[in-house]
């Protein structure tokens, strides 16, 4: 049989048979470069919206200056371990600014579906982990960057932190904001309208915030409010913040005289955000 052109290799110019079809570039390489063009979309939208940042950081400097400073004479170091209130709630403050943006940036995807462009993302010839990993990991470094803006009133309050310590807290903050966002995505990838996201995180964003120890000390509670604060995943991520920030002197976590370890609650916060994180690429594999 003879043999045509279509049946013979194509050989280059040294005369050795080459493949004509494109070479695939690897899953990872396709994942990192999802991750990556999500995370610089979550970027250029954080930066042409200044508005977002002063509302991120609103309620937290009211929090801080107002009801810290309203507070303070009242308590007097007593339920604080003696350390200054507004300086025991600084922490705190911080994880709530993470908390708020980390929570409320997956209202994005709620307004990608709205307008359609969700749908183009997830019929592109790409991962729904790559989609999902680079959502959270740009709104996590947007939730960061708010947190960090903070730092600035801590010679206010007297607060202090050497090389180590901001080390050490931006790798919680960090943790914490991957776990929220993970965790928001989950919510939204659920939600079609951005009114009925809205109102869902407002019920859920109060009773975590003020469940979590950002505001009160989480000893000498009433035993329905130590279970609560003990059940709610941000508690684990608002103690070890603070007692890398305030140096373990201000009421660390306890379960009767047992010290909660700080290893112990990073393991927590990481396995939270691993499993919201599987339960969303599983949702988005389901959405539209």
């Not at 048979?17 to 494109?22: E, F, G, L, Q, Y």
């Not at 994005?108 to 183009?120: A, H, K, P, Q, Y």
């Not at 790559?130 to 990991?137: E, H, P, Q, T």
Request: proline share 6%.
């Amino acid at each position: 049989m003879a043999t045509t052109e279509r049946d013979r290799p194509m050989v280059s110019e040294s005369g050795s048979p080459t493949d004509a079809r494109p070479r695939r570039e690897g899953r990872l390489a396709r994942n990192l470069s999802t991750i990556g063009m999500v995370w610089q979309r979550e970027m250029i939208r954080f930066i042409r919206m200044p508005s977002r940042i002063v509302s991120g950081l609103a309620q937290p400097v009211l929090f801080l200056f107002v009801l810290g400073a309203g507070i303070k004479p009242l308590v007097e170091g007593r339920a604080t371990g003696g350390v200054d209130y507004q300086e025991f709630i600084f922490p705190g403050v911080i994880a709530m600014s993470v908390l708020f943006s980390s929570l409320f940036s997956a209202i994005s995807i709620v307004w990608d579906r709205e307008f359609g462009f969700l749908r183009e993302m997830l019929v592109a010839p790409v991962s729904r982990t790559g989609l999902v990993l680079g959502k959270a990991v740009g709104s996590g470094t947007v939730a960061v960057m708010q947190g960090l803006v903070l730092l600035v009133a801590a010679p206010i309050v007297g607060v202090s932190l050497d090389a180590l310590e901001f080390i050490e807290m931006f790798g919680l903050l960090l943790l914490l904001a991957f776990a929220l966002n993970a965790f928001g995505i989950v919510i939204a990838s659920r939600m079609q309208r951005m009114e009925s996201f809205q109102m869902v995180m407002s019920l859920i964003i109060n009773p975590m915030l003020f469940l979590s120890g950002a505001i009160f000390p989480t000893e000498g509670l009433p035993t329905w409010l130590a279970v609560a604060t003990r059940l709610n995943p941000a508690t684990y991520g608002v103690d070890p913040i603070r007692r890398v920030i305030l140096h373990d002197d201000a009421s660390p976590l306890t379960y009767g005289d047992w010290v909660v370890p700080i290893w112990l609650e990073v393991l927590i916060v990481f396995t939270l955000g691993t499993v919201m994180l599987a339960i969303a690429v599983r949702s988005f594999s389901k959405t539209e």
